[in-house]
């Protein structure tokens, strides 16, 4: 073998092999003279290492504004801020705005379209509308506290009867001896927890009765005829909100902004305490108004259905009472309303107090 050129350059001598980097142009002396002769260009294998890193660097690019586009585009996930304030029926027109592709679906309109066609569809609500966080849509839901149940007289002895005729899915029961099973139905004034201790034991004494107290889930079919005047002027939520922070030294506010609204309904959340002396909340004022509304069959029909849901609502005793279908039957047009039939599904309480002499 020849020795190397005058331009070699990094020369290595190992067993009876020489390697060296040289041109080009010396390069091409040395091809064809034997097979013991190998020839790289270097230029090539950086090139191939410049595309193979670039193209890996590429793709890792691509993928992560793919996973991007995907976290803030797509929505993989439907929930409701607050667990208790579910609803099966809300759940529904919510996924009804959406557009599937598989795991992952698009809204068909903006946010703030759906939030407002919400609050329009269910004005029984304080507030209802929904937020983006990411792949998460999230509806956020406020109502008005319902008066809280007067409290048990236990010198009363009763027991827990059925309010309407059912199908037995859950009870929760304090006090009592429960006398039906799941998926038992049930008809109206069925004792479904009697208020006698021994009452397996056949003995009826009044000394062996306290007052049962509980809760009876069942599943329930009802039809109910909801009236829509052709006019009506009703005191409803507009949906505009403000929220503000305020101070407390004992039960005596330190700040407080003055209510926005001329006609509002005020939520106090409480957000720190200590003790009786100091405290901080979130004060929020949900405006109201007087507004006529004049309904057409198509507007008639949303509004029954939102009374349907208003009603059940303000009933509802447990968080795990849900709506689960509204279907309309039937709507009649009369000279000043609409008469709206609506058959109704759900899962409620239908255990009432029913007192023992």
């Not at 586009?69 to 027109?93: G, T």
């Not at 056949?202 to 039809?223: C, F, H, K, P, W």
């Not at 407390?248 to 700040?255: A, D, S």
Request: glycine share 4%; proline share 4%.
């Amino acid at each position: 073998m020849q020795k190397p050129p005058r331009k070699a350059r990094l020369v290595e001598i190992k067993d009876d092999r020489v390697s060296f980097w040289t041109d080009k142009k010396e390069s091409k002396k040395y091809q064809g003279i034997t097979e013991e002769v190998i020839i790289v260009d270097q230029l090539q294998v950086l090139s191939k290492w410049l595309f193979f890193k670039h193209t890996i660097g590429l793709f890792c690019l691509v993928f992560l504004s793919l996973m991007f586009i995907s976290s803030n585009f797509f929505i993989r996930e439907i929930v409701f801020a607050d667990e208790n304030l579910e609803s099966a029926e809300v759940y529904r027109y919510v996924r009804s705005h959406l557009k599937s592709f598989g795991p992952v679906y698009v809204l068909k309109s903006s946010v703030s379209e759906l939030s407002q066609n919400l609050r329009e569809t269910y004005s029984c609500y304080a507030w209802i509308g929904v937020t983006r966080n990411g792949g998460k849509l999230i509806i956020d839901i406020e109502k008005e506290e319902a008066p809280k149940p007067p409290i048990e007289d236990l010198t009363q002895k009763g027991d827990l009867v059925a309010s309407k005729e059912g199908i037995v899915k859950r009870f929760y029961v304090k006090r009592g001896v429960v006398l039906v099973f799941k998926d038992q139905a049930v008809k109206p004034g069925q004792v479904l927890v009697s208020g006698n201790l021994k009452f397996h034991n056949n003995e009826r004494a009044m000394d062996n009765y306290v007052r049962a107290s509980g809760i009876v889930i069942a599943q329930t079919l009802t039809v109910e005829t909801i009236e829509v005047p052709k006019e009506i002027a009703s005191e409803e939520y507009t949906g505009k909100v403000r929220s503000t922070f305020v101070f407390f030294l004992g039960t005596k506010p330190v700040w407080m902004q003055k209510n926005p609204f001329a006609l509002s309904f005020v939520k106090e959340q409480p957000l720190f305490r200590l003790g009786s002396v100091f405290s901080f909340a979130r004060i929020s004022y949900f405006e109201k108004a007087w507004i006529k509304n004049v309904y057409d069959e198509t507007s008639a029909l949303s509004f029954a259905q939102s009374q349907v849901i208003a009603r059940f609502e303000n009933r509802r005793t447990h968080p795990s009472e849900q709506l689960q279908k509204i279907q309309v039957l039937t709507i009649t047009e009369n000279p000043e309303s609409f008469s709206v039939k609506i058959l109704v599904q759900a899962e409620e309480n239908i255990a009432s107090f029913a007192k023992v002499n």
